[in-house]
């Protein structure tokens, strides 16, 4: 279920607007495409950054490209244990 809940269905994909039917993602075995398991690592990443972390991440993506993204893009995993938090 966590698949099903994680999978980009409303996000554009390189094929155009294509979703897959129901009965085609389940029999596909879909859940093991790397998007999603992409998506649930993300999803994972959120839950230990807490609000706060998440906050601090997107204010801190925000000011990199603010100032023209030089130096190191802010990433996630940075914010999970406070390292820039």
Do not use: H
């Given at each position: 279920?966590?698949?099903?809940?994680?999978?980009?269905?409303?996000?554009?994909?390189?094929?155009?607007?294509?979703?897959?039917?129901?009965?085609?993602?389940?029999?596909?075995?879909?859940?093991?495409?790397?998007?999603?398991?992409?998506?649930?690592?993300?999803?994972?990443?959120?839950?230990?950054?807490g609000?706060?972390?998440?906050?601090?991440?997107?204010?801190?993506?925000?000011?990199?490209?603010?100032?023209?993204?030089?130096?190191?893009?802010?990433?996630?995993?940075?914010?999970?244990?406070g390292?820039?938090?």
């Amino acid at each position: 279920m966590a698949a099903v809940k994680a999978y980009p269905f409303a996000e554009p994909t390189a094929r155009g607007d294509f979703r897959p039917m129901p009965a085609t993602w389940l029999n596909g075995e879909r859940w093991e495409d790397d998007v999603v398991a992409d998506a649930l690592e993300m999803i994972e990443q959120e839950r230990r950054m807490g609000s706060d972390g998440q906050k601090a991440f997107a204010a801190a993506r925000a000011k990199w490209a603010a100032e023209g993204g030089s130096g190191r893009m802010p990433k996630r995993e940075d914010f999970e244990m406070g390292v820039m938090a």
